[in-house]
Nanobody, 123 residues
Framework: QVQLVESGGGLVQAGGSLRLSCAAS????????????MGWYRQAPGKQRELVAR???????NYADSVKGRFTISKDSAKNTVYLQMNSLKPEDTGVYYC?????????????WGQGTQVTVSS
Protein backbone atom coordinates (compact mmCIF):
# COMPACT_ATOMS: atom_id res chain seq x y z
CA GLN A 1 0.00 0.00 0.00
CA VAL A 2 1.06 3.54 -0.73
CA GLN A 3 -0.44 6.66 0.81
CA LEU A 4 -0.20 9.87 -1.18
CA VAL A 5 -0.59 13.19 0.59
CA GLU A 6 -1.06 16.35 -1.47
CA SER A 7 -0.56 19.93 -0.39
CA GLY A 8 -0.25 23.37 -1.91
CA GLY A 9 -3.65 24.03 -3.41
CA GLY A 10 -5.52 27.26 -2.91
CA LEU A 11 -7.04 30.35 -4.46
CA VAL A 12 -5.01 32.45 -6.86
CA GLN A 13 -5.69 35.14 -9.42
CA ALA A 14 -5.27 34.49 -13.12
CA GLY A 15 -1.63 34.84 -14.09
CA GLY A 16 -0.46 33.73 -10.68
CA SER A 17 1.44 30.65 -9.57
CA LEU A 18 0.99 27.72 -7.23
CA ARG A 19 3.18 24.76 -6.33
CA LEU A 20 1.61 21.44 -5.47
CA SER A 21 3.44 18.73 -3.56
CA CYS A 22 2.67 15.03 -3.25
CA ALA A 23 4.49 12.93 -0.69
CA ALA A 24 4.41 9.14 -0.96
CA SER A 25 4.58 6.91 2.09
CA UNK A 26 7.29 4.78 0.54
CA UNK A 27 9.89 4.82 -2.17
CA UNK A 28 8.53 5.09 -5.69
CA UNK A 29 11.63 6.02 -7.67
CA UNK A 30 14.20 3.71 -6.11
CA UNK A 31 15.66 2.87 -9.52
CA UNK A 32 15.99 4.93 -12.67
CA UNK A 33 15.15 1.76 -14.61
CA UNK A 34 11.85 1.30 -12.84
CA UNK A 35 8.64 1.80 -14.82
CA UNK A 36 6.98 3.44 -11.84
CA UNK A 37 5.35 6.77 -12.48
CA MET A 38 3.82 9.56 -10.46
CA GLY A 39 1.64 12.25 -11.81
CA TRP A 40 -1.09 14.80 -11.39
CA TYR A 41 -4.62 14.63 -12.66
CA ARG A 42 -7.35 17.20 -12.29
CA GLN A 43 -11.11 17.21 -12.35
CA ALA A 44 -13.19 20.29 -13.00
CA PRO A 45 -16.87 20.42 -12.00
CA GLY A 46 -18.95 18.42 -14.43
CA LYS A 47 -15.93 17.11 -16.31
CA GLN A 48 -13.96 13.91 -16.36
CA ARG A 49 -10.67 13.55 -14.58
CA GLU A 50 -7.80 14.31 -16.94
CA LEU A 51 -4.05 13.88 -16.92
CA VAL A 52 -2.10 17.05 -16.25
CA ALA A 53 1.47 15.78 -16.04
CA ARG A 54 3.41 12.69 -15.05
CA UNK A 55 6.99 11.73 -14.49
CA UNK A 56 8.75 8.40 -14.74
CA UNK A 57 11.59 7.06 -12.63
CA UNK A 58 13.91 7.91 -15.51
CA UNK A 59 12.82 11.53 -15.33
CA UNK A 60 10.88 11.46 -18.59
CA UNK A 61 7.83 13.71 -18.36
CA ASN A 62 4.51 14.01 -20.15
CA TYR A 63 2.16 16.99 -20.14
CA ALA A 64 -1.31 17.74 -21.31
CA ASP A 65 -1.23 20.12 -24.26
CA SER A 66 -3.21 22.67 -22.28
CA VAL A 67 -0.46 23.08 -19.67
CA LYS A 68 2.70 22.74 -21.76
CA GLY A 69 5.02 25.66 -21.22
CA ARG A 70 3.20 26.73 -18.04
CA PHE A 71 3.42 23.73 -15.69
CA THR A 72 6.49 21.78 -14.65
CA ILE A 73 6.51 18.42 -12.89
CA SER A 74 9.57 17.36 -10.94
CA LYS A 75 10.55 14.77 -8.36
CA ASP A 76 12.76 14.43 -5.35
CA SER A 77 13.41 10.70 -5.18
CA ALA A 78 15.10 10.92 -1.79
CA LYS A 79 11.96 12.49 -0.32
CA ASN A 80 9.51 10.34 -2.30
CA THR A 81 7.89 13.58 -3.37
CA VAL A 82 6.60 14.94 -6.65
CA TYR A 83 5.97 18.61 -7.32
CA LEU A 84 3.85 20.47 -9.82
CA GLN A 85 4.88 24.06 -10.41
CA MET A 86 2.00 25.89 -12.02
CA ASN A 87 2.66 29.28 -13.59
CA SER A 88 0.52 31.64 -15.65
CA LEU A 89 -2.58 30.05 -14.20
CA LYS A 90 -5.87 30.44 -16.02
CA PRO A 91 -9.45 30.14 -14.76
CA GLU A 92 -9.78 26.94 -16.78
CA ASP A 93 -7.07 25.38 -14.59
CA THR A 94 -9.57 25.38 -11.73
CA GLY A 95 -10.36 21.96 -10.33
CA VAL A 96 -9.43 19.31 -7.82
CA TYR A 97 -5.90 18.10 -8.42
CA TYR A 98 -5.16 14.49 -7.58
CA CYS A 99 -1.78 12.88 -7.13
CA UNK A 100 -1.40 9.49 -8.77
CA UNK A 101 1.18 6.73 -8.51
CA UNK A 102 1.48 3.60 -10.63
CA UNK A 103 3.84 0.89 -9.46
CA UNK A 104 4.96 -2.01 -11.62
CA UNK A 105 6.34 -5.31 -10.45
CA UNK A 106 6.13 -9.02 -11.22
CA UNK A 107 4.02 -8.33 -14.29
CA UNK A 108 1.38 -6.49 -12.28
CA UNK A 109 0.59 -2.85 -11.70
CA UNK A 110 -0.84 -1.06 -8.70
CA UNK A 111 -2.43 2.36 -8.85
CA UNK A 112 -2.87 4.77 -5.98
CA TRP A 113 -4.59 8.15 -5.60
CA GLY A 114 -4.31 10.99 -3.18
CA GLN A 115 -7.31 12.67 -1.59
CA GLY A 116 -7.11 15.69 -3.89
CA THR A 117 -6.38 19.36 -3.36
CA GLN A 118 -8.52 22.22 -4.65
CA VAL A 119 -7.05 24.78 -7.02
CA THR A 120 -9.18 27.79 -7.82
CA VAL A 121 -8.08 30.43 -10.30
CA SER A 122 -10.12 33.61 -10.31
CA SER A 123 -10.40 35.85 -13.35
Amino acid sequence: QVQLVESGGGLVQAGGSLRLSCAASRSIFSSAFSLNTMGWYRQAPGKQRELVARIRSSGITNYADSVKGRFTISKDSAKNTVYLQMNSLKPEDTGVYYCNAVLYGSGLSEEYWGQGTQVTVSS
